[in-house]
């Protein structure tokens, strides 16, 4: 029982997927009931759920959800609610945590690289029956794990051109040059497995273009294999819209992905599929994080680098913030004008500290409140114990996100 705990307790471990989370009409009513010191998340199943339907109709194939980007049961739920029956998975740990939260879900096991007993665990008791890879070796591994099986579908990852947008390069770690990549690819098929293809043009891809791009390097790819595809997997990488980000209409990166598809002339049995992370789950969250300590511009508050806000570093993105002060057991708004604030967070090292973090009232102060909004894409997933503060408690909100869409 985390999420309401009395403010000097610690949170707990993880989430028993079948439990459902504390509702409250708002972050507001969170503050004033829990008058939490330590940060709570706020989910919004309604907006996931939203969001989840709206990208399920309009992708023109199978949308996974890449699980590593929000694992929580409540978001997994949500999106399931929404249309979304079909995960990436990254770990055994995912393939379990979905098997847990649902009867049936198909999971893709898309680690390019993956120790043999989880591949054997993932085929044998998850019934895991997609795969990628990106070298020879992996391959190999692979098909004697699961015994050259002609259900398997494998996906062989392609280092696509790095979209000059995007926050992480995610062909940097992974992906196999085209010549490479075509060999693997008649190799699947030699095996007796399915041949697929797959890329990631690069988280928040700011552009939509990358994706006909990559599909070009696919058909061309499939060419040089002379291999019929059984499946097509665009990856993540759709953005969210964060303060300062000019993201295209998601309706821009379909468009690209039709276009991309219709110059390939797949057979028709070919399944189109994507790993939207981040622009599934980012809108539907918030954190409310309380002021310990302010002195002058810089307000020392119990969330930071190393629990949720890592992305405010690492790759400079800022959310909407509202403030929230309780004071005579009601909830108020300041209408002093705004500062921009430093933001320091609660461990003990210094790389915790968050320039320009914040535009707040001038007069915040210990004690008052932040909801920090559009915080569902790899915040909790990426939060650490350091210093023993990781951020632990979730409750559900039934308002609109306070940044609105
Ligand atoms: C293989 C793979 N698929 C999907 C995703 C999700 O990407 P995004 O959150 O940018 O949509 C990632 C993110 O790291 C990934 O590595």
């Known amino acids: 029982m985390s999420q309401d705990l009395p403010s000097q307790a610690v949170a707990s471990a993880v989430p028993d997927p079948r ?5 409250y009409p708002d972050a507001g009513e969170v503050a004033r009931l829990l008058q939490p010191s330590y940060p709570v998340y706020c989910l919004r199943p309604h907006v996931f759920e939203r969001t989840a339907r709206a990208f399920v109709e309009a992708f023109p194939g199978t949308a996974l959800y890449a699980v590593k980007c929000n694992p929580h049961p409540a978001v997994l739920r949500a999106l399931h609610a929404g249309g979304v029956h079909a995960f990436d998975t990254a770990s055994l740990g995912e393939i379990a945590r979905v098997a847990e939260t649902f009867d049936a879900a198909e999971c893709f096991f898309m680690h390019p690289v993956k120790p043999r007993p989880a591949i054997a665990s993932a085929h044998r008791v998850y019934g895991v029956r997609a795969y990628v890879v990106d070298h020879i070796d992996e391959l190999r591994k692979l098909a004697q794990q699961v015994r050259h099986d002609p259900e398997v579908t494998v996906f062989v990852r392609l280092k696509t051109v790095e979209s000059a947008g995007a926050f992480y390069h995610l062909s940097a770690k992974f992906g196999a040059e085209d010549a490479a990549a075509a060999e693997m690819l008649a190799e699947v098929a030699h095996l007796g497995m399915k041949p697929g293809l797959a890329f990631h043009v690069g988280s928040q891809c700011l552009e939509p273009e990358a994706y006909a791009t990559a599909l070009e390097q696919v058909g061309a790819v499939a060419a040089r294999a002379g291999v019929a595809l059984s499946a097509v997997d665009v990856g993540g990488g759709f953005p969210a819209v964060y303060l300062g980000t000019q993201a295209p209409e998601i309706g821009d990166y379909m468009a690209a992905i039709r276009r991309g598809l219709d110059r390939l002339q797949l057979p028709e049995s070919c399944r189109v599929l994507s790993e939207p992370g981040r622009a599934l789950v980012a809108d539907g969250q918030s954190v409310l ?13 119990n969330d930071g680098v190393y629990g949720s806000l890592s992305e405010m570093t690492a790759a400079s993105v800022r959310y909407p913030v509202r403030l929230i002060r309780v004071e005579k ?4 708004t300041s209408t002093a004008p705004e500062e921009i604030f430093d933001a320091h967070g609660p461990t003990c090292d210094s790389l915790d500290m968050i320039p320009k973090a914040f535009r707040l009232p001038a007069d915040i102060r210990e004690g008052d409140w932040i909801e920090i909004d559009r915080v569902g894409a790899y915040s909790n997933a990426l939060a650490t114990d350091f210093n023993g503060f990781r951020p632990d408690t979730f409750v559900e909100v039934r308002n609109e996100p306070p940044g609105g869409l």
């Open 289 to 301: 994080v309380q002021v310990l300590l302010r002195k002058g511009s810089q307000l020392y508050i």
């Open 19 to 23: 439990r459902r989370t504390r509702s």
């Open 329 to 332: 057991g009601q909830v108020i």
